[in-house]
Structures are given as structure tokens and as C-alpha cells.
């Protein structure tokens, strides 16, 4: 699918944006991705958010801000490898890992910025979420079944985030099948066309064709 008008502006690093051009990049919706730096926001993407914070996409005159929208948006309008099949239960998980899941995360990798967070006891109220989906792992390849969701894409990259807080202990952890779903997210092409490193975006020049 294509749609030549629509603008994209992502960070590479950000799980949220990640998430975004995983969903993106498996509709084949096509847009003018424009990566920025987090300390330097252009004031364009800030016209069109002003809450300044990654993934934004503009598109059919509609700017959407959140990632799980941009996901949503994408796959409802293309969705060949069937995310958006799943049961309700799917999106409570990511409801799950956006919130309960995020917030400890956040206070493990980021401890010394928060008065009251222990980054022991914030990495352990995070394995709860992670030992539930190595359970869920053990009966199937994903985690509704035998081919990936929006489920898995919209929560392996932040699983990925807090592995590469302390890879070395991550990987001493009893959840090998949580292990195995995510290294074969990192080593999958998919991952890696995501990935791909692109300029800083120049305010007047054109960004990158994405997907």
C-alpha cells in the first residue's frame, strides 16, 4: 500500500518507535520516515504534536501520536500476515506490558531518576510480567499461537529493552522460552530492516523512504 503524503517521525532507538515501523513496515504502508534526535525536535513534528514525544505519523490528514495507534491504524488498513487476529485477551496483554510491565522497567533502567525506586525490587516487579510470557511461550511459538501477532510486535521491543539493561544477568534468568522468542525477533531480517541506521532529518530536505 502506498501513501506517498504520509510522514513518519520516529527515533531508531525507541521501543515505541520500533513497534510502530514493525506495524508499518508489515502493511506496506510506505511513508517519508524522518529520524531525529530526542534533545533536538524539529519544530515541525512539534506543530503537529506538541506532547513531543515519538513515534508521530501524518497521514490521510490525521496526526497519530501514539504508537499502538499507529499500529492500528496501519494493520486495519493492510494487515497481510493477520496481526490484528487475536482475542481480546491480546490487546489486554499490551495493555499490560504499556503500563504495569513499562513503569517497572522504567524505574530499573533509569533508577537513579526516580527518589523512591529500588532498581532491584523494580526489576523484579518486571520479571512477573516476563515469567508470564515464558509460559505462555512454552505451548506455542508466539504468544497466541504458531505465527506472530500484534502482541508479540508490540511487546518484544520493550522485553529487548530491559534484556539490554543487564544482558549478562537477563540471560542467567529461567525463562528460556522468552529467550528463544526474543532472539529470534533480533536475528530476524525484519528486525534488522527496521533497524537500519539513517541521517538526522534537515528541516526543508526530504526524508527517507520507508519502508
Known sequence: MTDHSAILYSFRRCPYAMRARLALASAGIKCELREILLRD???EMLAA????TVPVLIAEGEVIDESLDIMLWSLKRHDPEAWLDVPNEAFALIERSDTEFKTALDRYKYATRYEDAD???EREKAAV???DLDQRLSENAFL???TRTIADMATVTFVRQYANVDRAWFDTQDWPHLLRWLEEFLASERFAKIMVKHPVWQSGTKGIDFP
Not at 504534536?49 to 513531543?52: E, H, L
Request: charged share 45%; aromatic share 12%.
Open 144 to 146: 497466541f499461537g504458531e
Open 49 to 52: 504534536s506538541p506532547k513531543g
Open 119 to 121: 532498581r532491584e525490587t
Open 129 to 131: 510480567f516476563l515469567r
Open 41 to 43: 525536535k524539529p519544530e
